[in-house]
């Protein structure tokens, strides 16, 4: 799931610690944590509150790896946030509202809130979520609903992500800094994304999106990047030219790893799996992978 895009997030510890007690809450979120960087070699830093239970809110807020929290409703700190990406904003320590779907009986009551923001011009991040829901039903057609207006057959304007992609790529957006340089009609431009106060086991979706304005795809415009990028794609987005780019070098380790199961068992499923990661890597890159599935 991981693989997938998937994250996973400290939420119930379980009945070894007294959930009415914040100090033995906190013990058993750092206990979680250390098991999950045995496991996986790196930590989680989003917490998300069950069962309202304040007490995890205080919590995270006394543990230094929880970066966010989330809350289905009003917190013991005041109203959650509500993130919209056109203002500055800092979600460290941040707890933002997420709507739970379940308890709405018809798709169509879900999607005014959605609409809402998706026309508001604000860049909102909307946190709708479902628990192991009895009806798999209602959430394909909210996902259906959703793609029909805003997503590959509609619009193509929403972001499907985790709350760790967006924690990053909130990061990324603030702190980055840019260096510009134009020789012989080449324009080099070089990007400097500074460690957060996480540490870097901590930090694991290098990817990112540069909008460059005034620039349009001529015959013959070549875009290339440098050998710590391994995904590139990009596209005319009006007057400016949208660039993404991704720096996980992890996306070659999975490229391979997919590979190799494809080649042990020839399944259609294992050759879909196998190009969704080839997909993302750069041009250069792809080839040695698409001549091992064909």
Known sequence: MIDFGCDIYLHDIGPSYDVNDVSSILKGIIACNQKTKEILGRKMKVLVRPNGNNKYITAGRQYDDVAFMTSENNTDIGAPLNVTFNNDVELKKATQYRRYTEPTPAVSQLMPYIDEKALAGTYAWVHDFSHAPADFQYILDLFTNINDKYGKDGSDCVWFA???????????????????????????????????????????????????SGISMKKGTIVDTGDNIYGLSYSQKGENLLVNVNCNKSLIDKANRYTGIYEKEKTVSKKEDALYFINQLKDKLKTTYLNRIK
């Open 162 to 212: 985790s709350m760790d992609e967006v924690y990053e790529y909130n990061y990324i957006r603030k702190h980055c800094t840019v260096e510009k340089n134009i020789s012989n009609n080449v324009l080099t431009l070089k990007f400097s994304v500074h460690s957060s106060d996480l540490p870097n086991e901590m930090q694991f979706h290098r990817d990112f999106s540069i909008l460059v």
